[in-house]
């Protein structure tokens, strides 16, 4: 089992020295969704996995963190991972996707605005630069 710290470290690593081309960052404010636990976070990556890759996935990785009702995610997708932080009690989210290849943005955007019940979304793309 991962603790957050091991996730927040896996996370680095993918950054660093992934083949990653594209990186996505979603920040979620003012989430009407309450029910952020380990099992349904566990289904929004799988949710999120299936957009990266037709293929089976690796295990989602989920740890609570020390304070309050809050986890982390590490999900591997092929050459791809997401990773992300989720408190219930400040209604919030962020979460990173690493990709190989483009990304069905509508697809990813239309996916956690239905999970998080939520309109406003932050959302970020970077390039790796060759």
Do not use: P
Request: aromatic share 8%.
């Amino acid at each position: 089992m991962f603790s957050a710290n091991d996730i927040i470290n896996l996370k680095e690593v993918v950054y660093h020295q992934g083949s990653w081309n594209q990186h996505t960052n979603i920040a979620i404010e003012g989430s009407n969704r309450t029910d952020q636990d380990e099992s349904t976070i566990k289904t929004y990556a799988k949710m999120l996995s299936q957009v990266l890759s037709v293929h089976s996935h690796g295990e989602c990785h989920v740890a609570q963190r020390e304070t309050g009702k809050s986890y982390s995610i590490f999900q591997l997708v092929e050459k791809s991972c997401i990773a992300g932080n989720f408190s219930s009690e400040k209604s919030s989210a962020n979460i990173e996707i690493f990709s190989s290849k483009n990304l069905d943005m509508d697809e990813v955007l239309r996916i956690t605005r239905e999970f998080f019940h939520c309109d406003g979304l932050e959302v970020t793309t970077f390039s790796k630069v060759s």
